[in-house]
């Protein structure tokens, strides 16, 4: 069975700019998270979505949105780019809200 | 102060040898244990979690939890240079793995 997939592996953009990153879940999983990476710490929390709804957000700004389409996959959308927002941004899923979570291999960002 | 703490090491170790990675939290609320294990460039892979206090092995993995002293532990018997890779430790509030607090890893070098 297929893992948890994200697109795209690395994206480059500038300051200002918007971004959009993709998260497909193992097959069946309803619940995706969504995680940052700063290099050298580990991932923070920035959204959670189960059967479509949110169900957690972290402690970030509303540049960061995100939503879940019905068969689970998942967008996660950054606007107005700052060069802290350079990170590793992962996906993980589950099959309900109690199981432990799969991550992908994530999106690296890099902003100039 | 962050929720959780973890020995930033980094840990070398020769092979055979047992490690021991630990993390301390401060929130009361946590009742969701999980250690993954994250390779360069990769995303963290789930090893084992847990809900109660005491100990859980799987294979050369055991996971310990003392939650009246806010403390967690992962031993690693027997360990290869394939185990040579961040660990982290992650937590969360009641049943919801979905929305887990990190500690910042562990490096661990396994050398032959």
């Known amino acids: 069975d297929a893992g948890v997939t994200q697109s795209p592996t690395h994206l480059i953009k500038t300051r200002g700019q918007h971004v959009t990153l993709r998260c497909s879940p193992i097959?069946?999983?309803?619940?995706v998270s969504w995680y940052q990476q700063v290099l050298g710490q580990g991932p923070q929390f920035i959204f959670q979505?189960?059967?479509?709804?949110?169900?957690g957000r972290g402690n970030f700004p509303d540049r960061f949105s995100a939503r879940q389409f019905p068969n689970y996959s998942s967008e996660l959308n950054v606007n107005a780019l700052l060069l802290g927002d350079s990170a590793l941004y992962l996906c993980?899923?589950?099959?309900?809200?109690?199981?432990?979570?799969?991550f992908g291999d994530g999106t690296r960002l890099s902003i100039l | 102060q962050k929720e959780v703490e973890q020995d930033p090491g980094p840990l070398s170790v020769p092979e055979g040898a047992i490690v021991s990675l630990n993390c301390t939290y401060s929130?009361?609320?946590?009742?969701?244990f999980m250690w993954y294990r994250q390779y360069s460039r990769k995303g963290p892979e789930l090893l084992m979690y847990?809900?109660?206090?005491g100990n859980k092995e799987d294979g050369r993995f055991t996971a310990q939890v003392d939650k009246s002293s806010k403390y967690i532990s992962l031993f690693i018997r027997d360990s290869q240079p394939s185990d040579s890779a961040t660990y982290l430790c992650?937590?969360?509030?009641?049943?919801?793995?979905?929305?887990?607090?990190f500690g910042d890893g562990t490096t661990l070098t396994v050398k032959p």
């Open positions: 929130n009361s609320a946590f009742q969701y």
């Open positions: 992650a937590m969360s509030e009641g049943t919801n793995a979905g929305k887990s607090t």
């Open positions: 993980a899923s589950s099959l309900r809200t109690r199981e432990p979570q799969h």
């Open positions: 979505y189960y059967e479509k709804e949110e169900r």
């Open positions: 097959s069946g999983h309803k619940s």
């Open positions: 847990t809900y109660s206090s």
